[in-house]
């Protein structure tokens, strides 16, 4: 894989991955509605195009934030899965909930918040270990 960063800087390297506008979107939808699927991401309300999404997860597989394998009872059907590289972004996302809790909606009074975000705002360690216990039980079923 070729050297695609910008500059040394950490905060600008990780954002040469993740930071464009569909990286992370991908990875919520992976890690909190439990899509999985080809199939399942372009059904998204978000509608990414096919282009685009084959390109995001191609890049997150080769980065090792993603992995894939055939679905078991359907050799044809990748299955797209979190690695520990990937869950290690489940702070980033639920801090950018936090904020966007806290900044963004009074712009957005529609913004799907529920009452889990301020619980899991008042005890942030306890919430990222259970997201990624919950997922990994959700990745154990699957198999």
């Known amino acids: 894989m070729p050297n695609t960063f910008r ?8 954002l040469d991955i993740v930071g464009d506008k ?3 979107v991908i990875i919520k939808q992976i890690l909190f509605e439990r899509k999985s699927t080809f199939k399942d991401f372009t059904g998204s309300t ?6 685009i999404l084959s390109s ?3 890049m997150l597989e ?11 009872e359907n050799k044809k059907t990748n299955i797209y899965f979190l690695t520990d590289k990937g ?16 900044h963004i909606q009074e712009f957005h009074p529609n913004l799907n918040l529920d ?3 301020t619980a899991a705002q008042k005890n ?5 270990e259970s997201i990624i216990k919950n997922y990994k039980n959700w990745l154990q079923e699957l198999s």
């Open 7 to 14: 500059s040394n800087c950490p905060i600008t390297s990780a």
């Open 22 to 24: 569909w990286s992370l």
């Open 46 to 51: 978000e509608a990414i195009a096919t282009n």
């Open 56 to 58: 995001r997860l191609k």
């Open 62 to 72: 080769e980065y090792g934030i993603l992995s894939k394998t055939k679905l078991p």
């Open 87 to 102: 869950l290690g972004l489940t702070p980033t996302l639920m801090e950018l909930t936090f904020w966007s809790k806290d």
């Open 115 to 117: 009452q889990q975000i």
């Open 124 to 128: 942030k360690e306890a919430a990222y």
